[in-house]
Protein backbone atom coordinates (compact mmCIF):
# COMPACT_ATOMS: atom_id res chain seq x y z
CA UNK A 1 0.00 0.00 0.00
CA UNK A 2 2.84 2.50 0.77
CA UNK A 3 4.31 1.96 -2.75
CA UNK A 4 1.02 2.79 -4.57
CA UNK A 5 0.68 6.33 -1.96
CA UNK A 6 4.16 6.75 -2.67
CA UNK A 7 3.93 6.96 -6.61
CA UNK A 8 0.41 8.59 -6.86
CA UNK A 9 2.14 11.33 -4.81
CA UNK A 10 4.64 11.64 -7.31
CA UNK A 11 2.24 11.76 -9.92
CA UNK A 12 0.58 14.46 -8.00
CA UNK A 13 4.08 16.45 -7.58
CA UNK A 14 4.29 16.60 -11.36
CA UNK A 15 0.48 16.76 -11.84
CA UNK A 16 0.51 20.65 -13.33
CA UNK A 17 3.96 20.20 -15.80
CA UNK A 18 2.99 20.42 -19.43
CA UNK A 19 3.78 18.25 -22.09
CA UNK A 20 7.44 17.59 -22.68
CA UNK A 21 9.43 16.46 -25.33
CA UNK A 22 8.07 13.10 -27.52
CA UNK A 23 4.95 13.36 -25.84
CA UNK A 24 3.48 16.82 -26.90
CA UNK A 25 2.97 14.67 -30.46
CA UNK A 26 2.41 11.36 -29.16
CA UNK A 27 0.25 12.60 -26.21
CA UNK A 28 -1.13 16.55 -26.71
CA UNK A 29 -1.54 16.08 -30.34
CA UNK A 30 -3.09 12.94 -30.57
CA UNK A 31 -5.47 13.26 -28.33
CA UNK A 32 -6.12 16.98 -29.01
CA UNK A 33 -7.15 16.03 -32.73
CA UNK A 34 -10.16 12.96 -31.36
CA UNK A 35 -11.10 15.44 -28.62
CA UNK A 36 -11.79 18.80 -31.13
CA UNK A 37 -13.33 16.16 -33.53
CA UNK A 38 -15.71 14.50 -31.00
CA UNK A 39 -14.07 11.14 -30.95
CA UNK A 40 -14.99 10.03 -34.00
CA UNK A 41 -12.71 7.28 -34.72
CA UNK A 42 -10.94 7.93 -37.48
CA UNK A 43 -7.11 8.14 -38.70
CA UNK A 44 -4.89 10.79 -37.51
CA UNK A 45 -4.14 13.69 -39.82
CA UNK A 46 -0.64 12.96 -41.91
CA UNK A 47 1.07 16.25 -40.39
CA UNK A 48 0.98 14.19 -36.98
CA UNK A 49 0.36 10.68 -37.86
CA UNK A 50 3.56 9.15 -37.17
CA UNK A 51 2.21 5.65 -37.86
CA UNK A 52 1.11 3.83 -34.67
CA UNK A 53 -2.00 2.99 -33.65
CA UNK A 54 -3.12 6.14 -31.73
CA UNK A 55 -5.16 3.70 -28.82
CA UNK A 56 -3.32 6.35 -26.50
CA UNK A 57 -4.30 9.60 -27.89
CA UNK A 58 -7.82 8.47 -27.89
CA UNK A 59 -7.51 6.76 -24.65
CA UNK A 60 -6.36 10.63 -22.94
CA UNK A 61 -9.38 11.99 -24.98
CA UNK A 62 -11.98 9.98 -23.70
CA UNK A 63 -10.19 10.86 -20.08
CA UNK A 64 -10.91 14.67 -21.37
CA UNK A 65 -14.48 14.41 -22.72
CA UNK A 66 -15.12 12.43 -18.89
CA UNK A 67 -13.25 15.04 -16.53
CA UNK A 68 -12.14 18.25 -18.77
CA UNK A 69 -9.08 18.66 -20.81
CA UNK A 70 -6.60 19.65 -18.44
CA UNK A 71 -3.01 18.93 -17.78
CA UNK A 72 -3.78 17.03 -14.12
CA UNK A 73 -6.45 14.78 -15.92
CA UNK A 74 -3.72 13.94 -17.84
CA UNK A 75 -1.50 12.73 -15.46
CA UNK A 76 -3.63 11.46 -13.55
CA UNK A 77 -4.72 9.01 -16.54
CA UNK A 78 -1.66 7.39 -16.47
CA UNK A 79 -2.59 6.24 -12.83
CA UNK A 80 -3.92 2.89 -13.83
CA UNK A 81 -0.98 2.19 -15.66
CA UNK A 82 1.31 3.23 -12.64
CA UNK A 83 -0.44 1.27 -10.40
CA UNK A 84 -0.29 -1.96 -12.73
CA UNK A 85 3.33 -1.63 -12.98
CA UNK A 86 3.89 -1.10 -9.24
CA UNK A 87 1.84 -4.15 -8.77
CA UNK A 88 3.34 -6.64 -11.45
CA UNK A 89 6.89 -5.56 -10.08
CA UNK A 90 6.14 -6.02 -7.01
CA UNK A 91 4.98 -9.27 -7.72
CA UNK A 92 7.31 -10.65 -10.18
CA UNK A 93 10.38 -9.93 -7.97
CA UNK A 94 8.79 -11.39 -5.10
CA UNK A 95 8.78 -14.68 -6.20
CA UNK A 96 12.65 -15.26 -5.38
CA UNK A 97 13.00 -12.27 -2.12
CA UNK A 98 10.57 -13.92 0.72
CA UNK A 99 12.61 -11.30 3.07
CA UNK A 100 9.89 -8.46 3.19
CA UNK A 101 12.27 -4.86 3.70
CA UNK A 102 14.44 -6.69 0.49
CA UNK A 103 11.49 -7.02 -1.30
CA UNK A 104 10.13 -3.90 -0.66
CA UNK A 105 13.70 -1.92 -1.16
CA UNK A 106 14.31 -4.12 -4.76
CA UNK A 107 11.00 -3.13 -5.74
CA UNK A 108 11.73 0.56 -5.00
CA UNK A 109 15.03 -0.26 -6.90
CA UNK A 110 12.45 -1.16 -10.45
CA UNK A 111 10.53 2.06 -9.65
CA UNK A 112 13.61 4.11 -9.70
CA UNK A 113 15.00 3.01 -12.75
CA UNK A 114 15.73 6.68 -14.25
CA UNK A 115 14.32 6.22 -17.40
CA UNK A 116 11.17 4.16 -15.97
CA UNK A 117 10.76 7.31 -13.61
CA UNK A 118 11.20 9.71 -15.46
CA UNK A 119 8.28 8.52 -18.08
CA UNK A 120 6.32 8.09 -14.83
CA UNK A 121 6.59 12.21 -14.38
CA UNK A 122 5.04 12.60 -18.42
CA UNK A 123 2.00 11.54 -19.74
CA UNK A 124 3.79 8.94 -21.67
CA UNK A 125 2.73 6.11 -23.83
CA UNK A 126 5.26 4.41 -22.66
CA UNK A 127 4.25 3.46 -19.23
CA UNK A 128 1.05 1.29 -21.42
CA UNK A 129 3.82 -0.66 -23.38
CA UNK A 130 5.65 -1.38 -20.20
CA UNK A 131 2.66 -2.35 -18.36
CA UNK A 132 2.00 -4.65 -21.32
CA UNK A 133 5.74 -5.93 -21.19
CA UNK A 134 4.99 -6.74 -17.52
CA UNK A 135 1.55 -8.57 -17.91
CA UNK A 136 3.34 -11.04 -20.32
CA UNK A 137 5.90 -11.51 -17.97
CA UNK A 138 3.72 -12.18 -14.88
CA UNK A 139 0.83 -14.39 -17.38
CA UNK A 140 3.66 -16.50 -18.31
CA UNK A 141 5.25 -17.03 -14.77
CA UNK A 142 1.72 -17.55 -12.96
CA UNK A 143 0.38 -19.30 -16.39
CA UNK A 144 -2.43 -17.28 -16.97
CA UNK A 145 -2.91 -17.29 -20.54
CA UNK A 146 -5.63 -13.96 -20.20
CA UNK A 147 -2.93 -12.03 -19.08
CA UNK A 148 -0.48 -13.11 -21.74
CA UNK A 149 -3.02 -11.50 -23.94
CA UNK A 150 -3.84 -8.53 -22.71
CA UNK A 151 -0.44 -7.76 -22.50
CA UNK A 152 -0.04 -8.34 -26.00
CA UNK A 153 -2.70 -6.42 -27.16
CA UNK A 154 -1.90 -3.68 -25.25
CA UNK A 155 1.86 -4.17 -26.98
CA UNK A 156 -0.17 -3.68 -30.25
CA UNK A 157 -1.86 -0.80 -29.99
CA UNK A 158 0.72 1.75 -28.28
CA UNK A 159 3.33 2.25 -30.59
CA UNK A 160 5.34 0.20 -33.06
CA UNK A 161 7.92 -0.57 -30.70
CA UNK A 162 5.44 -2.28 -28.56
CA UNK A 163 4.90 -3.87 -31.53
CA UNK A 164 8.18 -5.01 -31.77
CA UNK A 165 8.67 -6.14 -27.83
CA UNK A 166 4.92 -7.56 -28.69
CA UNK A 167 7.35 -10.19 -31.08
CA UNK A 168 9.82 -10.31 -29.19
CA UNK A 169 8.01 -11.61 -26.54
CA UNK A 170 6.16 -13.83 -29.07
CA UNK A 171 9.08 -15.77 -30.16
CA UNK A 172 9.96 -16.30 -26.56
CA UNK A 173 6.95 -17.89 -25.42
CA UNK A 174 7.79 -20.05 -28.32
CA UNK A 175 11.47 -20.85 -27.50
CA UNK A 176 10.37 -21.56 -23.71
CA UNK A 177 6.69 -22.99 -24.00
CA UNK A 178 7.32 -25.40 -27.25
CA UNK A 179 3.87 -25.19 -27.73
CA UNK A 180 3.18 -23.52 -31.05
CA UNK A 181 -0.71 -23.75 -31.28
CA UNK A 182 -0.88 -22.70 -28.43
CA UNK A 183 1.42 -19.50 -27.87
CA UNK A 184 -0.08 -18.55 -31.47
CA UNK A 185 -3.85 -18.42 -30.12
CA UNK A 186 -2.56 -16.43 -27.04
CA UNK A 187 -0.84 -13.72 -29.82
CA UNK A 188 -4.27 -13.81 -32.57
CA UNK A 189 -6.05 -11.19 -30.96
CA UNK A 190 -2.90 -8.91 -30.72
CA UNK A 191 -2.05 -10.04 -34.54
CA UNK A 192 -5.78 -9.28 -35.65
CA UNK A 193 -5.51 -5.63 -34.52
CA UNK A 194 -2.37 -5.59 -36.08
CA UNK A 195 -3.33 -6.12 -39.56
CA UNK A 196 -6.61 -5.17 -39.79
CA UNK A 197 -5.35 -1.49 -38.36
CA UNK A 198 -2.68 -1.07 -40.87
CA UNK A 199 -4.63 -3.06 -43.71
CA UNK A 200 -7.46 -0.75 -43.37
CA UNK A 201 -4.59 2.52 -43.14
CA UNK A 202 -2.92 1.49 -45.89
CA UNK A 203 -6.35 1.38 -48.20
CA UNK A 204 -6.79 4.99 -46.57
CA UNK A 205 -3.39 6.42 -46.94
CA UNK A 206 -1.45 4.50 -49.49
CA UNK A 207 1.20 4.05 -46.77
CA UNK A 208 2.51 2.48 -43.52
CA UNK A 209 4.80 3.70 -40.98
CA UNK A 210 6.11 6.38 -42.65
CA UNK A 211 5.39 8.61 -45.27
CA UNK A 212 7.43 10.90 -47.69
CA UNK A 213 6.55 13.73 -46.21
CA UNK A 214 6.52 12.71 -43.03
CA UNK A 215 8.47 14.88 -40.33
CA UNK A 216 10.06 11.69 -39.11
CA UNK A 217 11.28 10.38 -42.51
CA UNK A 218 14.80 11.60 -41.80
CA UNK A 219 14.75 9.65 -38.72
CA UNK A 220 13.97 5.87 -40.06
CA UNK A 221 16.65 6.69 -43.00
CA UNK A 222 19.45 4.41 -43.01
CA UNK A 223 23.03 5.21 -42.24
CA UNK A 224 26.32 4.09 -43.70
CA UNK A 225 28.57 1.64 -42.04
CA UNK A 226 30.39 4.15 -39.86
CA UNK A 227 27.30 5.60 -39.02
CA UNK A 228 26.26 2.31 -37.68
CA UNK A 229 29.30 1.70 -35.99
CA UNK A 230 28.64 4.97 -33.86
CA UNK A 231 25.18 3.91 -33.45
CA UNK A 232 26.08 0.98 -31.75
CA UNK A 233 28.48 2.36 -29.34
CA UNK A 234 25.47 5.04 -28.92
CA UNK A 235 23.57 2.39 -27.95
CA UNK A 236 25.74 0.66 -25.69
CA UNK A 237 26.48 4.25 -23.77
CA UNK A 238 22.48 4.11 -23.42
CA UNK A 239 22.69 0.77 -21.86
CA UNK A 240 24.91 1.89 -19.27
CA UNK A 241 24.25 5.74 -18.80
CA UNK A 242 22.40 7.17 -15.42
CA UNK A 243 24.44 4.89 -13.47
CA UNK A 244 23.11 1.51 -14.92
CA UNK A 245 26.77 0.39 -15.54
CA UNK A 246 26.78 -0.40 -11.59
CA UNK A 247 24.16 -3.35 -11.72
CA UNK A 248 25.26 -4.53 -15.23
CA UNK A 249 28.80 -4.93 -13.32
CA UNK A 250 27.18 -6.61 -10.82
CA UNK A 251 24.57 -8.63 -13.36
CA UNK A 252 28.14 -10.05 -15.68
CA UNK A 253 29.54 -10.87 -12.03
CA UNK A 254 27.02 -13.00 -11.22
CA UNK A 255 26.48 -14.12 -15.07
CA UNK A 256 30.31 -15.44 -15.10
CA UNK A 257 30.57 -16.58 -11.61
CA UNK A 258 27.30 -17.99 -10.29
CA UNK A 259 25.43 -18.72 -13.14
CA UNK A 260 27.19 -22.46 -14.69
CA UNK A 261 28.09 -21.61 -18.45
CA UNK A 262 25.72 -24.75 -19.92
CA UNK A 263 22.60 -23.00 -18.43
CA UNK A 264 22.94 -19.60 -18.91
CA UNK A 265 20.43 -20.27 -21.73
CA UNK A 266 18.52 -22.30 -19.20
CA UNK A 267 17.45 -19.15 -17.74
CA UNK A 268 13.87 -17.67 -19.17
CA UNK A 269 14.75 -14.27 -18.71
CA UNK A 270 17.95 -14.40 -20.54
CA UNK A 271 16.46 -15.99 -23.07
CA UNK A 272 14.10 -12.66 -23.88
CA UNK A 273 17.26 -10.01 -22.85
CA UNK A 274 18.78 -12.20 -25.55
CA UNK A 275 15.69 -11.87 -28.27
CA UNK A 276 14.90 -8.24 -27.37
CA UNK A 277 18.99 -7.06 -27.14
CA UNK A 278 18.98 -8.79 -31.16
CA UNK A 279 16.15 -7.38 -31.90
CA UNK A 280 16.58 -3.75 -30.77
CA UNK A 281 20.35 -4.19 -32.15
CA UNK A 282 18.99 -5.02 -35.85
CA UNK A 283 15.88 -2.58 -35.45
CA UNK A 284 17.33 0.73 -34.06
CA UNK A 285 20.87 1.16 -34.95
CA UNK A 286 21.30 1.09 -38.57
CA UNK A 287 18.70 4.23 -38.71
CA UNK A 288 19.85 7.53 -38.37
CA UNK A 289 17.30 8.66 -34.73
CA UNK A 290 15.95 5.35 -33.37
CA UNK A 291 18.54 5.20 -30.49
CA UNK A 292 16.84 7.17 -27.94
CA UNK A 293 16.92 6.20 -23.93
CA UNK A 294 12.96 4.98 -24.01
CA UNK A 295 13.57 2.94 -26.89
CA UNK A 296 15.72 0.57 -24.65
CA UNK A 297 13.62 0.50 -21.41
CA UNK A 298 12.13 -2.58 -22.16
CA UNK A 299 15.57 -4.30 -22.22
CA UNK A 300 17.18 -1.93 -19.25
CA UNK A 301 13.97 -3.00 -16.96
CA UNK A 302 13.80 -6.83 -18.02
CA UNK A 303 17.85 -6.85 -17.58
CA UNK A 304 17.48 -5.24 -13.91
CA UNK A 305 14.96 -7.93 -12.47
CA UNK A 306 16.84 -10.72 -13.73
CA UNK A 307 20.04 -8.93 -12.15
CA UNK A 308 18.43 -8.04 -8.83
CA UNK A 309 16.59 -11.79 -9.00
CA UNK A 310 20.23 -13.01 -9.38
CA UNK A 311 21.42 -11.26 -6.70
CA UNK A 312 18.85 -12.34 -4.37
CA UNK A 313 19.29 -16.52 -5.48
CA UNK A 314 22.87 -15.48 -4.34
CA UNK A 315 25.11 -17.23 -2.17
CA UNK A 316 25.67 -13.64 -0.35
CA UNK A 317 24.76 -13.04 3.24
CA UNK A 318 21.67 -11.32 3.42
CA UNK A 319 23.86 -7.75 4.74
CA UNK A 320 25.76 -8.49 1.44
CA UNK A 321 22.24 -8.19 -0.57
CA UNK A 322 21.19 -5.41 1.60
CA UNK A 323 24.21 -3.92 0.81
CA UNK A 324 23.76 -4.18 -2.96
CA UNK A 325 20.80 -2.72 -3.77
CA UNK A 326 21.05 0.07 -1.56
CA UNK A 327 23.93 0.94 -3.73
CA UNK A 328 22.21 0.27 -6.91
CA UNK A 329 19.14 2.61 -5.71
CA UNK A 330 21.28 5.33 -4.67
CA UNK A 331 23.51 5.04 -7.90
CA UNK A 332 19.87 5.42 -9.69
CA UNK A 333 18.67 8.15 -7.32
CA UNK A 334 21.70 10.37 -7.76
CA UNK A 335 22.13 9.46 -11.78
CA UNK A 336 18.88 12.11 -11.86
CA UNK A 337 21.47 15.17 -11.01
CA UNK A 338 23.68 13.67 -14.26
CA UNK A 339 23.81 16.57 -17.14
CA UNK A 340 26.11 16.35 -20.01
CA UNK A 341 28.18 19.63 -21.74
CA UNK A 342 25.81 20.75 -24.15
CA UNK A 343 27.41 19.78 -26.71
CA UNK A 344 26.30 16.35 -25.57
CA UNK A 345 23.07 15.44 -26.89
CA UNK A 346 21.34 13.75 -23.65
CA UNK A 347 17.88 11.98 -22.77
CA UNK A 348 16.00 14.37 -21.37
CA UNK A 349 13.05 12.55 -20.98
CA UNK A 350 14.84 9.81 -19.32
CA UNK A 351 15.65 11.07 -16.48
CA UNK A 352 14.86 13.94 -14.01
CA UNK A 353 17.14 16.43 -14.88
CA UNK A 354 14.88 17.83 -17.01
CA UNK A 355 12.70 19.07 -14.46
CA UNK A 356 13.81 22.99 -13.97
CA UNK A 357 13.60 23.51 -17.84
CA UNK A 358 9.51 23.43 -17.21
CA UNK A 359 9.52 26.19 -14.49
CA UNK A 360 11.76 28.52 -16.31
CA UNK A 361 10.03 28.19 -19.60
CA UNK A 362 6.85 29.36 -17.13
CA UNK A 363 9.37 32.27 -16.11
CA UNK A 364 10.28 33.09 -19.79
CA UNK A 365 6.88 32.99 -21.10
CA UNK A 366 5.99 35.62 -17.80
CA UNK A 367 8.69 37.58 -19.12
CA UNK A 368 8.05 37.64 -22.60
CA UNK A 369 4.16 38.83 -21.54
CA UNK A 370 5.78 41.67 -19.26
CA UNK A 371 7.64 42.31 -22.18
CA UNK A 372 5.20 42.67 -24.91
CA UNK A 373 7.35 40.48 -26.77
CA UNK A 374 4.87 38.93 -29.17
CA UNK A 375 5.50 34.89 -29.67
CA UNK A 376 5.33 35.82 -33.69
CA UNK A 377 8.81 37.05 -33.49
CA UNK A 378 10.60 34.39 -31.41
CA UNK A 379 12.38 31.54 -33.00
CA UNK A 380 13.26 28.33 -31.00
CA UNK A 381 13.82 24.79 -31.30
CA UNK A 382 12.50 21.29 -30.19
CA UNK A 383 10.96 20.61 -27.65
CA UNK A 384 9.25 24.63 -27.58
CA UNK A 385 8.99 25.02 -30.98
CA UNK A 386 5.04 24.83 -32.23
CA UNK A 387 1.74 25.81 -30.77
CA UNK A 388 2.22 26.14 -26.38
CA UNK A 389 -1.50 24.90 -26.22
CA UNK A 390 -0.07 21.39 -26.70
CA UNK A 391 2.27 21.93 -24.01
CA UNK A 392 -0.25 23.78 -21.71
CA UNK A 393 -3.22 23.06 -22.48
CA UNK A 394 -4.08 26.87 -22.99
CA UNK A 395 -4.23 28.37 -26.31
CA UNK A 396 -3.27 31.99 -26.29
CA UNK A 397 -2.25 31.64 -29.33
CA UNK A 398 1.43 31.59 -29.05
CA UNK A 399 3.16 29.67 -31.68
CA UNK A 400 6.89 29.57 -31.85
CA UNK A 401 8.76 29.20 -34.84
CA UNK A 402 11.56 27.09 -35.77
CA UNK A 403 14.51 29.55 -35.40
CA UNK A 404 15.94 31.52 -38.10
CA UNK A 405 19.10 33.05 -36.72
CA UNK A 406 19.67 36.66 -38.98
CA UNK A 407 16.20 37.03 -39.57
CA UNK A 408 13.75 35.99 -36.47
CA UNK A 409 14.29 39.42 -33.68
CA UNK A 410 14.60 37.07 -30.69
CA UNK A 411 15.52 33.31 -30.07
CA UNK A 412 15.17 30.76 -27.36
CA UNK A 413 17.87 28.67 -26.48
CA UNK A 414 18.53 26.28 -23.41
CA UNK A 415 20.88 23.23 -23.51
CA UNK A 416 17.81 20.63 -22.75
CA UNK A 417 17.63 21.44 -26.55
CA UNK A 418 19.80 18.83 -28.61
CA UNK A 419 18.86 20.30 -32.03
CA UNK A 420 21.10 23.38 -31.26
CA UNK A 421 24.35 23.01 -33.71
CA UNK A 422 27.83 24.35 -32.18
CA UNK A 423 27.89 26.67 -35.45
CA UNK A 424 24.24 28.30 -34.45
CA UNK A 425 25.60 28.70 -31.13
CA UNK A 426 28.65 30.89 -32.58
CA UNK A 427 26.22 32.46 -34.80
CA UNK A 428 23.96 33.74 -32.10
CA UNK A 429 27.19 34.67 -29.75
CA UNK A 430 28.30 36.97 -32.75
CA UNK A 431 24.77 38.55 -34.66
CA UNK A 432 22.53 38.54 -30.92
CA UNK A 433 23.15 39.84 -27.16
CA UNK A 434 21.74 38.14 -24.29
CA UNK A 435 18.25 39.85 -23.19
CA UNK A 436 17.84 37.45 -20.06
CA UNK A 437 18.89 34.22 -19.14
CA UNK A 438 17.52 32.14 -16.95
CA UNK A 439 19.40 29.30 -14.51
CA UNK A 440 18.11 26.64 -12.41
CA UNK A 441 20.37 23.05 -11.33
CA UNK A 442 22.35 23.09 -14.45
CA UNK A 443 19.21 23.86 -16.80
CA UNK A 444 19.21 27.18 -18.34
CA UNK A 445 16.74 29.14 -21.00
CA UNK A 446 18.28 31.93 -22.35
CA UNK A 447 16.20 34.73 -24.48
CA UNK A 448 18.53 35.51 -27.58
CA UNK A 449 17.83 39.44 -29.14
CA UNK A 450 19.02 40.37 -32.15
CA UNK A 451 21.63 43.61 -32.30
Keep these: MLLFILVTAFVYCFSSSPFFWDTIQLASKHASYFFETELVPS ?27 TLVVSHFAMLPFIWTIVFLLYQIIGRVIHDRLLHWIATL ?79 LPALSI ?5 LLHYLNSGWIGVHDGSPWKSSISLVDVNSWLYNIGIMAWRLLDYGRVVWVCIGLLLLVN ?31 GLTGHRYYLPL ?19 KVKLIVIIGILCTQLLSHLIIYPRDISQGWDSSLAYVPYQSLVVDMEAYLHQESIDCSMVGTYFPLKGNSKYRTLRDIGCIYAIANIGKDKYIITSNVMNDVLPKEYRDLSVKYQVKKHWVSNGIEVVLHELK
Design 300 to 318: ILLSLIWVLREIFVSRWSR
Design 109 to 187: VLLSEPTLLAQMSLVSPDLILITGLLLVLSGREQSKKMAIVMGLILLSMISIRGIVVAGCLGLWLLWVENKYIETVKMS
Design 194 to 198: ILVYY
Design 258 to 288: QVPTKDILKNEYLKLILILFLALLLLTTPFA
Design 43 to 69: FLPEEINSGHIPFFGYYLAICWKIFGQ
